[in-house]
């Protein structure tokens, strides 16, 4: 079964970093890219960043570009994302996701979601 | 950046009704689009990819179509455990991929 657990949200002043990491299992981690999507409280989905399979390719959203950098370890099967000059609309749910290998970007599993706030 | 759109925030329908719920992409993305439904509390969960396939365990009473720049996703019968919001997503050429603003299915 896969299993995606995220951890290491929580409240963090605005300016401030915060690291989410996100333990992987059930499948072969190093086959898969692996993207993080977040959403605001009440809003929609908003897609952050992915990393390919080995982790030498990585792409961001332009809201986050800059600011945030995702990597992985694949020896150890987590995936995570490192967050600098947090702002207070980066608040929101910080979903780790698979990508699946039938299509480029379709996820096909997600984590249950870490909770972000950014507020003084 | 390739932009999302779909055209209804909701819907109001009734169980067994024919459900369709559509997106458009700001270009061309041939058959990139995939959908997700999310339960309130919960992560999305994939429906659709590529368009059209049918991802494993979902019922059939869901289906896509289209390809370049609209899209559909149908609800056959719409069952009580539908009633969820649907994301589209595009995922052609290279990131950044998007999602649609979402359409809220809601009881009528």
């Known amino acids: 079964e896969v299993q995606l657990l995220e951890s290491g949200g929580g409240l963090v002043q605005p300016g401030g970093s915060l690291r989410l990491s996100c333990a992987a299992s059930?499948?072969?981690?190093?086959?898969?890219?692996m993207s993080w999507v977040r959403q605001a409280p009440g809003k929609g989905l908003e897609w952050v960043s992915v990393?390919?399979?080995?982790?030498?390719?990585?792409y961001y959203a332009d809201s986050v570009k800059g600011r945030f950098t995702i990597s992985r370890d694949n020896s150890k099967k987590t995936l995570y994302l490192q967050m600098e000059s947090l702002r207070a609309d980066d608040t929101a749910v910080f979903y780790c996701?698979?990508?699946?290998?039938?299509?480029?970007?379709?996820?096909?599993?997600w984590g249950q979601g870490t909770l972000v706030t950014v507020s003084s | 950046d390739i932009q999302m759109t779909q055209f209804s925030s909701s819907l109001s329908a009734s169980v067994g009704d024919r459900v369709t719920i559509a997106c458009r992409a700001s270009?061309?993305?041939?058959?990139?689009l995939n959908w997700y439904q999310q339960k309130p509390g919960k992560a999305p969960k994939l429906l659709i990819y590529?368009?059209?396939s049918l991802q494993s365990g979902v019922p059939s009473r869901f289906s896509g179509s289209g390809s370049g720049t609209d899209f559909t996703l149908t609800i056959s019968s719409l069952q009580p455990e539908d009633f969820a919001t649907y994301y589209c997503?595009?995922?052609?050429?290279?990131?950044?991929?998007?999602f649609g603003q979402g359409t809220k299915v809601e009881i009528k």
């Open positions: 996701a698979k990508e699946g290998g039938n299509i480029v970007g379709a996820i096909d599993y």
């Open positions: 059930g499948f072969t981690f190093s086959n898969y890219a």
């Open positions: 990393i390919s399979n080995s982790g030498g390719s990585t």
């Open positions: 270009q061309s993305i041939s058959s990139y």
């Open positions: 590529a368009a059209s």
């Open positions: 997503q595009q995922s052609y050429s290279s990131p950044p991929w998007t």
